[in-house]
């Protein structure tokens, strides 16, 4: 099935600095999710947002459902080096099918 | 609090071959869901159940095949074996419908 297109691939960011990546795709969904995977670990998951133009904090990371429900961001302010991993959206149907996007990888350089 | 449990963490198969994966969801979670990651294809949703019962199911062949037990464990069974179907093989645990928790994943490699 189509996955969602998710941007930017990687990121090589001083410590200290935010973040931002997105997720978009030509179909509706109903459900956003946020997942960080670690090396040789499943994805967690960070936030999920049911509701169009729903805007979600944990901590330091902020995510928006779009109004289109077509896209969604997630922010990561002041990052540290423990944010280093790759970030997946993820976005559920009614039907609870799932598709996910390839993945941000994060570098956070001390 | 036990988290979401995968056996085994390793396993490699010749093609043809047939490989059952085992998944134990977090205690009281009755939603288990499967998915294959690989480098080119990434994450793909394969089937999540709930209470015994397949809920849905993603774009995979029939040879990808699971099932769930009275006591939310879940296995999945993949038969004739391809070498594209080497990849890692994560379940999920949830109470609702999204996929919260994680396993580590069984890592099937195919020769």
């Known amino acids: 099935g189509q996955q969602l297109n998710q941007s930017p691939q990687s990121m090589f960011i001083q410590e200290g600095e935010d973040v931002s990546m997105n997720c978009t795709s030509s179909?509706?969904?109903?459900?956003w999710l946020w997942y960080k995977q670690d090396p040789g670990e499943g994805p967690v998951l960070l936030i999920a947002?049911?509701?169009?133009?729903e805007l979600t904090s944990n901590g330091r990371l902020t995510a928006q459902f779009g109004i289109t429900r077509k896209d969604s961001f997630l922010n990561i302010s002041a990052s540290i080096p423990s944010d280093v991993g790759i970030y997946f959206c993820?976005?559920?149907?009614?039907?609870?099918?799932?598709?996910f996007g390839a993945g941000t990888r994060l570098t956070v350089k001390p | 609090k036990a988290g979401v449990t995968q056996t085994p963490r390793y396993l490699i198969k010749t093609r043809g071959q047939q490989v059952t994966l085992s998944c134990s969801p977090i205690s009281g979670h009755r939603s288990v869901s499967w998915y294959q990651q690989t480098p080119g294809q990434g994450l793909q949703f394969l089937f999540e159940y709930f209470s015994e019962t397949q809920r849905n199911k993603g774009n995979f062949p029939g040879r990808f095949s699971g099932r769930q037990f009275s006591n939310s464990r879940s296995e999945m069974n993949v038969s004739t074996l391809e070498l594209g179907d080497s990849a890692l093989y994560l379940c999920a645990s949830s109470l609702g419908k999204v996929p919260q928790y994680f396993g580590p994943g069984t890592r099937l490699t195919v020769l």
């Open positions: 993820a976005g559920q149907q009614n039907n609870n099918d799932m598709r």
């Open positions: 179909s509706i969904f109903n459900t």
């Open positions: 947002l049911y509701k169009a133009g």
